[in-house]
């Protein structure tokens, strides 16, 4: 069982770095939009809407994505005031607890919630309301499951990991 467990988690580990490096070159795509659209507004008093959505359809991509990529490494932000000074077995028990009460069903609350919003979306195929603007915001929409999906996954092969040190 120890074996599977370990397989598991190895193998989840493995796609989320592998969609997490991909997902991290969006950040110099998303770089290079926001400078065409600094230059377009600045010099040529240019705005144009879908360029300023492409901006907030990449970042929410990028942080969607992210997420998951950022607990594989144990970059996310924490508020630690004590975590700091507990022994390492504490902040075991700590991340544990907290994955366990708190972010999975955080994932899966979010997860159900975010397919019916993105299945709404998609049955009429809405587009966005500004005039210029992107036409299908039914695939961002999207990304809400399969990025809480991904954040579900690596927090559970967070846990089975914890589960394995524990025994040994």
């Given at each position: 069982m120890r074996a599977f467990l370990s397989k598991l988690s190895f193998g989840i580990d493995v796609r989320v770095n592998m969609l997490g490096s991909l997902a991290s070159w969006l950040t110099t795509v998303l770089m290079l939009v926001m400078c065409v659209d600094v230059l377009l507004r600045y010099a040529f008093d240019l705005t144009q809407t879908w360029v300023i959505e492409l901006e907030w359809h990449l970042f929410a991509i990028l942080f969607l994505v992210g997420a998951s990529y950022t607990l594989l490494y144990d970059k996310h932000v924490r508020v630690d005031?004590?975590?700091?000074?507990?022994?390492?077995?504490?902040?075991?028990?700590?991340?544990?607890?907290?994955?366990?009460?708190?972010?999975?069903?955080w994932c899966i609350i979010i997860m159900i919630k975010g397919f019916d919003y993105?299945?709404?979306?998609?049955?009429?195929?809405?587009?966005?309301?500004?005039?210029?603007?992107?036409?299908?915001?039914?695939?961002?929409?999207a990304f809400i499951p399969i990025g809480f999906g991904l954040l579900l996954l690596q927090a559970i092969s967070e846990i089975i990991r914890s589960l394995i040190r524990k025994k040994g």
């Open positions: 005031m004590f975590y700091e000074r507990y022994p390492q077995r504490w902040k075991g028990r700590v991340n544990a607890f907290g994955t366990l009460l708190l972010l999975v069903p993105t299945a709404n979306s998609w049955s009429f195929r809405e587009g966005s309301p500004q005039p210029n603007g992107l036409p299908a915001r039914y695939l961002i929409k």
